[in-house]
């Protein structure tokens, strides 16, 4: 006959996790220390055992979104999960009885939650929050809220949502703890959230998408417009789709983005700090620098060097001036890199390329321009300034010259902040002619 006070006693595993965890009284635990010391093979399951947990302990949290439940319940019910979930009384042993009774009851209590479907609503699929707001005038104006609710996933089916004559905010939890993306929109945008990492833009102006990695195996970040579709792994970008629905334009502020036409499987990539546009059944246009920098010699002067700093992209952004008088940056915002072609003679051969140290270029005196801090471009608008080459041309060689200028700064906008380094044109100087 079974011994129901044996069978009942918990196995060693369990009691090694038991002990693992601290749950055990102080004889259980004293007992089982003297075992474990008796017993080599115990020692090696107890590191195991907190190995284990270990590993456990070091991978991440995540946090489930609302209506994580209502979801694994739908999808449980569609699959047929819950059928034959009665669990019947196949226990032999008297101590475990009650406990089935317990575990039948909680299941028909399910079951009963679940199958009453007939003519209650399924609950929404609450997925974050939208906050409207007036719309701002000026580029960084502080703006009155005006309503805030719930945001929830829509069907193919369902119309998509209107910000109308408001911005707005959405704030969406990613699945991980303590991080989350956010997407400012201006009036008039039209979208519609039908998964928990995936927007359709009918129309409008997602003005900043700053998007943070989702749980384990969601995948990138998605929009999809009339034109294309962008995924988004990490990162903060703009995008659009032009009042008369011409185009989409795409512009990066950090991390990257993908870029495919509706009908191609084939990507192309937009780095930080570049932007492109897609046309309606056409493949992306190839990626250019949102700030475009160019050099030119000034026609009046032989040594005064006009450098340009233009916005090309499809978004305002804040650049730097070229004095920095506040000392954010360790090296010179503007440094202009110098080669030339070394003297030629025919005992020495061919000429060498030489490359002279980087030179930081100091603006002209301009009194009606400020050139410290910082200043916003709209599309099209530019920052310009000229500087004097001629202490350079006094220590070189009356030889041909290439003069290339780098911008250091940071780039600002919409899009979010990123570290980028923009190069001019390269302007040949022919120092023979002077």
Request: net charge negative; aromatic share 6%; with cysteine.
């Amino acid at each position: 006959m079974l011994d129901d006070e044996k069978l009942t006693q918990p196995l060693g595993g369990v009691q090694l996790l038991s002990y693992t965890l601290g749950e055990l009284d102080s004889d259980a635990q004293q007992q089982l220390e003297k075992k474990i010391e008796a017993d080599p093979s115990l020692k090696d399951e107890l590191a195991e055992i907190r190995a284990h947990l270990k590993l456990h302990q070091e991978v991440r949290k995540v946090a489930p979104r609302r209506g994580s439940y209502e979801r694994l319940r739908a999808h449980m019910k569609k699959d047929g999960a819950f059928q034959g979930a009665i669990p019947g009384v196949h226990c032999m042993l008297r101590r475990s009885f009650m406990l089935a009774v317990l575990v039948a009851i909680a299941a028909i209590a399910i079951l009963i939650a679940v199958g009453s479907s007939g003519g209650s609503s399924a609950a929404p699929d609450v997925i974050g929050q939208i906050v409207y707001h007036n719309p701002s005038l000026v580029m960084g104006q502080r703006r009155a809220e005006v309503e805030r609710r719930e945001l929830t996933l829509k069907s193919e089916a369902d119309s998509p949502e209107n910000t109308g004559a408001y911005d707005a905010f959405i704030w969406l939890p990613t699945g991980v703890d303590n991080t989350y993306s956010t997407i400012e929109l201006g009036q008039n945008t039209e979208f519609k959230f039908t998964k928990t990492r995936r927007v359709e833009l009918t129309r409008g102006f997602l003005r900043r998408l700053d998007v943070q990695p989702g749980g384990m195996g969601e995948g990138p970040f998605v929009i999809v417009t009339p034109h294309c579709l962008v995924q988004v792994d990490q990162g903060s970008l703009s995008l659009e789709v032009t009042r008369d629905g011409v185009e989409t334009q795409i512009s990066v502020g950090d991390g990257s983005a993908r870029v495919y036409g509706l009908d191609s499987d084939r990507s192309f990539p937009v780095p930080a700090g570049y932007c492109t546009s897609v046309e309606r059944g056409k493949l992306p246009d190839p990626a250019r620098p949102v700030l475009k920098l160019t050099l030119d010699a000034v026609a009046t002067s032989k040594s005064l060097i006009q450098v340009t700093l233009a916005n090309d992209g499809y978004v305002p952004v804040k650049v730097r001036r070229a004095i920095d008088a506040d000392n954010v940056f360790r090296d010179p915002i503007y440094m202009l890199q110098i080669s030339h072609v070394s003297q030629y003679s025919p005992e020495e051969g061919v000429p060498e390329n030489v490359t002279l140290p980087p030179w930081p270029v100091t603006p002209e005196p301009d009194v009606s321009s400020d050139h410290t801090g910082e200043v916003w471009l709209d599309r099209g608008e530019y920052y310009r300034f000229t500087f004097d080459i001629s202490s350079l041309l006094v220590s070189t060689p009356p030889v041909e010259h290439w003069l290339r200028l780098e911008y250091r700064g940071d780039l600002y906008g919409p899009p979010g902040e990123a570290r980028v380094r923009i190069d001019s044109n390269n302007l040949k100087l022919d120092l023979r002619k002077r």
